[in-house]
């Protein structure tokens, strides 16, 4: 029947034609560093869900760079692999932020997007804002507002900086949006969204239960518990790092400690000599930096989780898992007021002492924060899409 097979082929390119027509909206999206992947994983597959209104771009920086750090998540989480990827590997803040700068225009200039999507807190997510704000390229920040108020951190610089010139603000809490207006941020740039890292817990948390991790290091659910350790203020001083490996190992006389050393934290502790007393001690498993899946079934089965990270803090509030976060300071106080964390600094004796508490009263029922939910993507991808395109004068 040709003339069915012609009106066929007619209506499709009338389709195709129509759906050229139809103004896309174009969005880079600039990951670099491990607590980067987790975030953006729901974000690019919401833009994926919305193909036909959005064309998109992923420029991985290169900040991380071992498999164990970048290639793991990338696979174990659907994140198809980075359009681009900058290499810019590990240097001094100003080296790895200058070198982001320099090879990261060129690709907004030649992409031409309407938005640049960062996340986060890394030198990745403050100098994707700054090549993107000057190129009059609108920014949304996912994960804004927060703050520890702490200028020291290198993250906290990298929030102000990032959140002073986003045009979007997503916050994933309350007390983000008050400390936003607090600085003077006009509110209609300011919109509550939620934790999209929750999002990818939520998606991953049975998909985790078939990791072999606890068989592999030979471990008992609850009968163990896990650290991290990564930031400068824990690591890049002997004697502080010294102190939190004595207050370690005193704990895992009591219960099992896994410890799964960040590269920075590695690269230290071979720097000071402190690996052959860290091996002498049986009950401290030592790991590599483990894949998402793996370190999921990890801590969600753990007693105690003792950690210095971000958004292990959130992730064990959604959990459930006692928390002690081993720094002064916290951006994420509502871990603290609704879930399980404690901050109790560096103080090896009250380190020990605080887990052992922990251990013997573990904390009763919390409550999740208000959207972590495992929707926040969704929120994020409309807020973006009710503000949609750039102004005339961009790239
Ligand atoms: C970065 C982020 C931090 C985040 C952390 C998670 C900044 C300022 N810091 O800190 O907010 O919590 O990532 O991991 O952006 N290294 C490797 N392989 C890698 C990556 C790093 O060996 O794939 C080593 C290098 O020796 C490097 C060091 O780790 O010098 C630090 O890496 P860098 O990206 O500068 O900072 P992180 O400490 O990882």
Redesign the pocket.
């Known amino acids: 029947m040709p003339e069915s097979r012609e009106t066929v082929d007619f209506l499709l390119g009338f389709i195709r034609y129509g759906l050229n027509r139809i103004e896309m909206l174009r969005i880079v999206s600039v990951v670099?560093?491990?607590?980067n992947f987790m975030k953006i994983a729901p974000i690019v597959a919401e833009m994926r869900r919305r193909f036909s209104r959005i064309t998109s771009l992923l420029v991985h920086t290169g900040?991380?760079?071992?498999?164990?750090?970048?290639e793991s998540f990338f696979e174990e989480l659907n994140i198809p692999r980075a359009d681009v990827n900058l290499g810019v590997?590990?240097?001094s803040?100003a080296q790895?932020t200058g070198r982001i700068m320099l090879a990261l225009e060129p690709v907004l200039q030649d992409f031409k997007p309407d938005w640049v999507v960062v996340v986060?807190?890394?030198?990745?997510?403050?100098a994707a804002t700054l090549v993107a704000s000057k190129l009059l390229v609108r920014v949304a920040h996912v994960e804004a507002g927060l703050r520890s108020r702490d200028r020291t951190m290198?993250?906290e610089i990298?929030r102000v900086v990032t959140d002073a010139l986003a045009d979007l603000l997503l916050t994933p809490s309350r007390d983000a949006d008050e400390n936003l207006l607090r600085e003077g941020i006009a509110p209609e740039k300011i919109r509550f969204v939620g934790n999209v890292m929750i999002d990818t817990l939520h998606y991953n948390l049975e998909r985790a239960a078939a990791s072999t991790v606890l068989d592999r290091l030979a471990l008992v659910p609850k009968q163990y518990c896990v650290m991290t350790l990564?930031?400068?203020s824990n690591v890049d001083d002997k004697h502080t790092l010294q102190g939190i490996l004595d207050a370690t190992t005193a704990i895992a006389a009591r219960q099992q400690v896994v410890f799964a050393i960040?590269?920075?934290t590695?690269?230290r502790i071979t720097e000071f000599g402190l690996d052959g007393e860290l091996a002498r001690q049986p009950r401290v498993i030592l790991t590599e930096?483990l894949s998402y899946l793996d370190f999921l079934q990890l801590y969600s089965n753990s007693r105690l989780v003792l950690t210095d990270?971000?958004?292990i803090q959130e992730e064990t509030t959604v959990l459930g898992v006692p928390c002690l976060t081993l720094r002064e300071n916290t951006e994420r106080p509502i871990t603290v007021t609704e879930g399980t964390n404690r901050v109790i600094g560096n103080n090896p004796e009250r380190i020990k002492c605080e887990a052992i508490d922990a251990l013997d009263h573990p904390p009763q029922t919390t409550r999740v924060p208000e959207f972590w939910d495992g929707k926040a993507a969704q929120r994020i991808m409309d807020a973006i899409e009710e503000h949609g395109f750039g102004t005339e004068d961009s790239v």
Request: net charge neutral.
């Open positions: 670099g560093a491990r607590p900040q991380h760079y071992d498999d164990s750090m970048s590997g590990s240097a803040h790895q986060g807190d890394v030198n990745s997510t403050m290198p993250e990298n990564h930031r400068p960040h590269p920075r590695r690269a930096p990270s971000g958004g």
